[in-house]
């Protein structure tokens, strides 16, 4: 055989698997679901189907076209039930679950200074964060949270924990004036928080963050300190801004300015900055906020609870602003369940306004997916089902009395469905949760041990 001939031979046997049009082998393919997509065209899909494989999603398409184009090692059968990106939490202290029913019905300062920051002075531990943060976990997936974001105590327990669990989260170590659990000053805050980023760079499910607590609780010289961190490391920065009327009367007071305004003036805004709550911001600071591409966590049920007010959420849609919705700590909500922030955070517009088109279902749920990643800088990997995204998807059963009958499977998940009713969570392509059994945390255990810590908070509020 000359080489020619030979070359000839090696292309057609190359070529012969692309002509018989042999699919492509996929890891996972979630078949024949109301496949809620919310792309660019909002494209919902009854029947649909999505291919992943590994850590990303391939295709979404009709079950038939996925069929002729993809072969899977694993199938989920989503017939009748709801697939949809997972949810984004854009605000919580996942630890704090263990504060859980305590010092209800308090406003935001009181039920702080004597509850929380003193019960946490005296319990907050490594293996307190550890046996916290398991529980949240164990919440969040069940309850179809993907992505979370939080500000707490040694946050490098928080990411071993949670990548552990296989789930995805944007981790601020927190940085505040006084002494606690993880930190003597803010410089050991610093510090902690450089340790940390290190040991998490460019890891595939944490994002290392920087968590200021607010303005009222930091003076202009730490607040620099963190945005020439946050820049130097390239880490995003959560900070508690505008939450109460309370606090603009403590910043004005310490900085002699709005909160908003201090921030502005120390040039304090990193490549990626998420407010939470944004409660008492005024048309200007919603302007300023878009012109320094700040992301807004809106978290209708702790602001409620709390009377702190309700965030000019349509405000900072029309201005552009990128807006999640988050639960805060389960202190303050009193859980984790993202469903019921997306319903209180459209029946809180709606009451505000006095305007029932304020806030769709499909708005709520938008804001609970793609607006959340884009609050956190992360839109164009997270947040909705697309090919090129990251495939955290979820599964939603739709048999139950209260999802009766199917009409709107968008208006059924905002404003009928309850994080209980989530049957599969996927993270990065891995299965966290199969037919409500979480596979990556031992629920017993890990309810059991948040029991036992339980005692150390009793004692600590005695
Ligand atoms: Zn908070």
Not at 36 to 59: K, Q, S
Not at 190 to 203: G, S, V, Y
Not at 236 to 262: F, Y
């Amino acid at each position: 055989m000359t080489i020619r001939l030979a070359v000839v031979a090696l292309a057609a046997l190359l070529a012969a698997p692309l002509t018989a049009q042999q699919p492509e082998a996929v890891s996972l393919i979630i078949n024949n679901g109301i496949v809620i997509t919310v792309d660019g065209n909002r494209r919902i899909l009854n029947p649909g189907a999505v291919a992943i494989n590994g850590a990303n999603i391939v295709a979404v398409d009709t079950p038939a076209a996925i069929a002729a184009r993809y072969k899977a090692a694993e199938t989920i059968d989503a017939t009748g039930k709801v697939v949809m990106p997972g949810l984004i939490n854009t605000h919580t202290h996942a630890a704090m679950v263990m504060f859980r029913g305590l010092g209800n019905d308090l406003n935001l300062m009181d039920w702080l200074q004597k509850y929380i920051f003193p019960a946490e002075a005296k319990t907050v531990s490594p293996e307190f964060v550890r046996v916290g943060t398991r529980l949240a976990l164990l919440e969040m997936i069940e309850s179809g949270t993907t992505t979370f974001a939080d500000m707490y105590y040694f946050e490098e327990e928080v990411a071993r924990v949670t990548k552990a669990a296989g789930m995805r989260g944007v981790l601020g170590q927190t940085v505040i004036e006084f002494p606690v659990p993880d930190a003597k000053t803010p410089a050991d805050a610093l510090a902690r928080t450089e340790a940390f980023a290190k040991e998490f760079d460019h890891d595939e499910l944490i994002t290392p963050s920087i968590a200021p607590h607010s303005v009222y609780t930091l003076d202009a010289k730490t607040l620099t300190a963190v945005s020439a961190l946050a820049r130097k490391l390239m880490i995003p920065i959560q900070i508690h801004l505008a939450e109460t009327q309370a606090e603009i009367g403590l910043s004005q007071k310490r900085h002699q300015m709005r909160p908003v305004a201090i921030l502005e003036s120390l040039n304090f805004w990193a490549p990626t900055t998420l407010a939470a709550h944004g409660v008492w911001i005024t048309d200007d600071e919603v302007a300023l906020l878009k012109r320094r591409d700040v992301g807004v966590s809106n978290n209708p049920e702790s602001n409620m609870k709390l009377s702190s007010g309700t965030a000019p959420v349509m405000k900072y849609r029309t201005e552009g602003v990128n807006v999640g919705i988050g639960t805060d700590g389960a202190a303050s909500n009193n859980d984790l369940d993202m469903f019921e922030a997306m319903r209180q955070a459209a029946f809180q517009q709606k009451l505000v306004t006095m305007d029932p088109t304020a806030i769709t279902a499909a708005e709520a749920l938008e804001m609970g997916t793609l607006g959340g990643a884009r609050a956190l800088g992360r839109g164009q990997r997270l947040g909705s089902l697309e090919p090129g995204k990251l495939a955290d998807v979820i599964v939603v059963g739709m048999s139950r009395p209260r999802q009766q009958p199917l009409f709107d499977p968008v208006a059924q998940i905002v404003y009928a469905s309850r994080g209980d009713d989530v049957e599969t969570t996927i993270v990065n392509g891995k299965v966290l949760m199969r037919d409500r059994k979480v596979l990556t945390l031992d629920s017993a255990r890990v309810i059991s041990e948040a029991r036992k810590a339980a005692d150390l908070v009793r004692k600590a509020v005695q």
